[in-house]
Nanobody, 125 residues
Framework: QVQLVESGGGSVQAGGSLRLSCAVS????????MGWFRQAPGKEREFVAA????????DYRDSVKGRFTISRDNAKNTLYLRMNTLEPEDTAVYYC??????????????????WGQGTQVTVSS
């Protein structure tokens, strides 16, 4: 059973930075495409960034392009999300996810079979 554990969330002021990490256990992370999603109170879960199994190909939602960077270290079975120039609109619970497929990147939640418990990111103005 694949397990995902996020860390690195917190509270920052607008313009600040955070780096989220997602540790993968129970399988080799290089077998899966992976992604980051977020959910704000009262809103649906939305795609943030995704990466294919090898880390060569990435995709981002438009509002985070140029500010967020997704990466992975398959030797460490870890997925990352570097978030710079954070805005109050980025406030949400951030989830990492692993797809049942190895290609990707995938932007839709239905392409992901495994989810972490989430980590809170709060950006104040």
């Amino acid at each position: 059973q694949v397990q995902l554990v996020e860390s690195g969330g917190g509270s920052v002021q607008a313009g600040g930075s955070l780096r989220l990490s997602c540790a993968v256990s129970g399988s080799t992370s290089s077998s899966y495409a992976m992604g980051w999603f977020r959910q704000a109170p009262g809103k649906e879960r939305e795609f943030v960034a995704a990466i294919n199994f090898s880390g060569v190909t990435t995709d981002y939602r438009d509002s985070v392009k140029g500010r967020f960077t997704i990466s992975r270290d398959n030797a460490k079975n870890t997925l990352y999300l570097r978030m710079n120039t954070l805005e109050p609109e980025d406030t949400a619970v951030y989830y990492c996810a692993a797809s049942a497929f190895s290609m990707g990147p995938y932007t839709r939640t239905k392409m992901y079979a495994y989810w972490g418990q989430g980590t809170q990111v709060t950006v104040s103005s």
